[in-house]
């Protein structure tokens, strides 16, 4: 059974910083790619970041340069780091697994876990 577990989240202010963590169970984060997506209530889930099996990484063009994802094998846990918040980040952030390992083009991934969520709220 496939578990994925976020926290993190909070109350900053804009400018500010925050990083969310993603704890895995049932498999292992070294060998899938990792996603981090977001969602505001009434509005479709928006893709943020994915880092593939080998380390490949693709942004959103929206959070490239403020955000990094990252790993750490041993704690089977995926990170996504947050700075220069802006008001438009706020959202619930969730974090997912991919079937693939890698794929050519980060909308070929297929996600099929999916953690609970962790809110984030930016003040300006």
């Known amino acids: 059974q496939v578990q994925l577990v976020e926290s993190g989240g909070g109350l900053v202010q804009a400018g500010g910083s925050l990083r969310l963590s993603c704890v895995v169970s049932?498999?292992?984060?070294?060998?899938?790619?990792m996603g981090w997506f977001r969602q505001v209530p009434g509005k479709q889930r928006e893709f943020v970041v994915v880092?593939?099996?080998?380390?490949?990484?693709y942004y959103a063009d929206s959070v490239k340069g403020r955000f990094t994802i990252s790993r750490d094998n041993a704690k089977n846990t995926v990170y996504l780091q947050m700075n220069s918040l802006k008001p438009e980040d706020t959202a619930v952030y969730y974090c997912?697994?991919?079937?693939?390992?890698?794929?050519?083009?980060?909308?070929?991934?297929?996600?099929?876990?999916w953690g609970q969520g962790t809110q984030v709220t930016v003040s300006s």
């Open positions: 880092i593939s099996r080998i380390g490949s990484t």
């Open positions: 997912a697994t991919a079937s693939q390992g890698w794929a050519s083009k980060p909308q070929f991934y297929d996600y099929d876990y």
């Open positions: 049932g498999r292992t984060v070294s060998n899938y790619a």
